[in-house]
Structure formats: structure tokens, C-alpha cells
């Protein structure tokens, strides 16, 4: 089992940056492709930005070219980079493998993007 601990969220302004960390701690991180997903309030939670153990990334329209996924495996953490936030970036920000759920959803971090 893999417990997924979130962090770096925060309130920034229209333009500005964050960089949000993944820690995983049991085994099975390194073993899977692992996403960022994010639920705005009343709204579905969706895909942001997927890596797979060799590092291929795949991103949103909407976040492409402004946001950056990657990871370490050998910390056991991922990480998001995003950059040129928008107001519609708002929302709680979680990561999981993307394979299934069977590992449940952490806390999340909440991203709030306003002026």
C-alpha cells in the first residue's frame, strides 16, 4: 500500500508560479505512472499531467506549455511545476497512480490563483 502526501499549494497571483511535491512512502511508486489531478469546486476531478517510469509526460490542452511534470524516483516523490497560473488553475490538487485508485487519495493542496 502507498500513501501519497501532497504539498506546496498556496494563493498566487494571475501569472505567477508554484511547485507542487508528491511523497509516496511504501513501495510501488517507482513501479507506475503516476498523475497530477485537480478538482475545482463543483466540478469533476480531472487529469492534469501524467509521467510514466521512463519519464514520458503527457499534459491537459488547457495546462500545456505551463505546466512541467516530473519525478524522482529515488526519493519516492513527483512533482509539479507550474508556471503563468491562471484563475481557472484554482482548485485542489492531488496525485495518485494512474492505473487505479486502489491506493486512495491524499489530502490534496489547494491552489488558489487571484489577484
Known amino acids: 500500500q502507498v500513501q501519497l502526501v501532497e504539498s506546496g499549494g498556496g494563493l498566487v497571483q494571475p501569472g505567477g508560479s508554484l511547485r507542487l511535491s508528491c511523497a509516496a512512502s511504501?513501495?510501488?511508486?517507482?513501479?507506475?505512472?503516476m498523475a497530477w489531478y485537480r478538482q475545482a469546486p463543483g466540478k469533476e476531478r480531472k487529469l492534469v499531467a501524467s509521467?510514466?517510469?521512463?519519464?514520458?509526460?503527457i499534459y491537459a490542452e488547457s495546462v500545456k506549455g505551463r505546466f512541467a511534470i516530473f519525478r524522482d524516483n529515488a526519493k519516492n516523490t513527483m512533482y509539479l511545476q507550474m508556471n503563468d497560473l491562471k484563475p481557472e488553475d484554482t482548485a485542489v490538487y492531488y496525485c495518485?497512480?494512474?492505473?487505479?485508485?486502489?491506493w486512495g487519495w491524499g489530502q490534496g493542496t489547494q491552489v488558489t490563483v487571484s489577484s
Open positions: 495518485n497512480q494512474v492505473a487505479s485508485t486502489a
Open positions: 511504501g513501495s510501488g511508486f517507482g513501479l507506475n505512472t
Open positions: 509521467i510514466t517510469i521512463g519519464r514520458i509526460t
